[in-house]
Each structure stands twice: as structure tokens, then as C-alpha cells.
């Protein structure tokens, strides 16, 4: 971003406006927080923990600079930048993306939409519609759904940590599905700012969130601290998630968001 330069007598005093970044508040993108909190890069930003969806809103308003955004909510900035070359995605199972019933998804009748997503929304319609060729009804379900929405032919999608405790007779992982599909890895959120951060800084973002990547006993260490979770975190983080926003992912993200235009309009 440009600095902010104020003029008084003959001299200039330049202040740095810093860059609001929104990084999403689960445990997948814990080395991402480990990365930025132990970089210089720290003293530039305002830093904020929140859930995909209010990531995106606060990217969407401009509330937030950048942002760990849902890649479905691309569709909804006239134009962006992609911030960096990491994202969360998934080269297999992912764990903490499913589908969750105790009938077969192609005996479900209806299927509740889990509030704190997006992208993960959109995805299980367009698994839907070209792979299960299932046409349920959809419901936007709210706080606490997870443990009520589950029985007879309804099934939840669920996000997020809360994906670890779920207890169904059928677990079917979006990840793994939409590549059994498609044979592409998947993509759900990738770094994305609103407008033009520069190049200097996005060096330094970038090397942020990398030394994360690099060091992620240490970022698994950050999470058992905080939240106290009885999850094997490490083996998450080392085994589910993929980082690298690499070729083959932004082919998956092209696709993805091809699908999602004939699903959403």
C-alpha cells in the first residue's frame, strides 16, 4: 500500500498505513498464523482470526487488504491479486471437509449447508449435480447444526475442526471426492487482497507464511496451547493439508470456479 505522507513547514513526515490481513481461525492455517506472528512482517499488518465466511466479507468490503480467502468468493471481486504462492488445499483426504449421513449420499433427500462456509457449500452442489448426480434439497443450516441435522436421509456438511468430532454411519471427504472426479487436487482458500499490496511487501508475506510451512512442530505446538485439542494436529498439518499453490492446484481453482458459476449464476 502507499504511504501516507503528511507535509508540516519544509519537512515530511511519511507514516506507514498498515495492511489489514484476515487469516481463517482454524487449525489448518495455524502455520500461516505461526509464520506471520514470528516475522518482522507483524509490525506492517493488523492481524485478525475469523471464520471463511467473514474472511471473504471483510475482503469483499475492505474492511480487510487481504485475506486467507474462499476461492468460490473470487466470483465476487471485479478483479484481484493473489497474494501468494500457498493456500490450503488438499492432494487427497482432507479431513476437515465432509459430507456426513447415515444413508449412502445417493439416498439423501436433503442435506444441510454448514454457515461457516462457502466454498465447501458450492462444492458439495457441484459434486452433486456432475459426479452423484443426486438433486437433494439444500438447507442453510445455523449454530449447532451439526448435531441435530444428521439422521434418517438428511446429511451436513461440516467445516472445520468440528469435522474431527463428527459422528455419522457415512464420512464421504470433499477433497477426496471432487479429485476422484476430476483427478485435479483441490483448492478451498488461497491468499487473495483487493487490490495492489506491492512488491516489496508480498516478498515479505510470502517468506511470513513460508518460515510457518517450514516449522510446523512448532506451529502444532501453537494450536495444542491454545486450543487444547486432543486432535493430532501435526499429522493433520504434515498429511491433509497442501500448501503450495502450485500448477496443477491453479488448474483445479480454474475448474472449480467454472463449475461454481453454473451452480451459483
Not at 48 to 75: F, N, Y
Request: glycine residues 6%; hydrophobic residues 45%; negative net charge.
Amino acid at each position: 500500500m502507499c504511504p501516507i505522507v503528511y507535509l508540516w513547514a519544509s519537512h515530511s513526515i511519511i507514516i506507514m498505513q498498515k495492511i489489514n490481513v484476515s487469516v481463517v481461525s482454524y487449525s489448518n492455517s495455524i502455520p500461516f498464523v505461526y509464520g506471520l506472528l514470528n516475522s518482522e512482517v507483524i509490525n506492517d499488518i493488523n492481524l485478525s482470526l475469523d471464520i471463511p465466511a467473514v474472511c471473504a466479507d471483510k475482503v469483499l468490503s475492505g474492511t480487510a487488504d487481504v485475506g486467507l480467502m474462499p476461492i468460490v468468493e473470487t466470483l465476487r471481486l471485479p478483479e484481484f491479486n493473489i497474494a501468494s504462492d500457498l493456500c490450503i488445499g488438499a492432494v487427497d483426504k482432507v479431513r476437515t471437509v465432509i459430507l456426513a449421513s447415515d444413508v449412502p449420499v445417493e439416498d439423501l433427500s436433503e442435506i444441510y449447508l454448514d454457515y461457516q462456509s462457502r466454498t465447501s457449500v458450492v462444492l458439495v452442489r457441484v459434486l452433486a449435480k456432475f459426479f452423484w448426480k443426486i438433486t437433494p434439497q439444500w438447507i442453510p443450516a445455523g449454530q449447532g447444526f451439526e448435531t441435530q441435522a444428521i439422521s434418517g436421509n438428511s446429511g451436513a456438511v461440516i467445516i472445520g475442526d468440528r469435522a474431527f468430532e463428527a459422528k455419522s454411519k457415512y464420512c464421504y471427504d470433499l477433497a477426496q471426492e471432487w479429485i476422484k472426479f476430476t483427478g485435479l487436487p483441490f483448492v478451498f482458500a488461497a491468499w487473495i487482497a483487493n487490490k495492489e499490496l506491492g512488491e516489496e511487501f508480498k516478498v515479505r508475506f510470502n517468506e511470513a507464511l513460508g518460515f510457518g510451512i517450514q516449522n510446523l512442530e512448532a506451529s502444532a505446538k501453537l494450536f495444542y496451547e491454545t486450543h487444547q485439542t486432543e486432535a493430532d494436529i501435526l499429522d493433520y498439518l504434515k498429511h491433509n493439508i497442501s500448501y503450495p499453490l502450485d500448477e496443477p492446484k491453479r488448474q483445479a481453482m480454474e475448474l472449480f470456479l467454472k463449475y461454481a458459476r453454473e451452480i451459483i449464476g
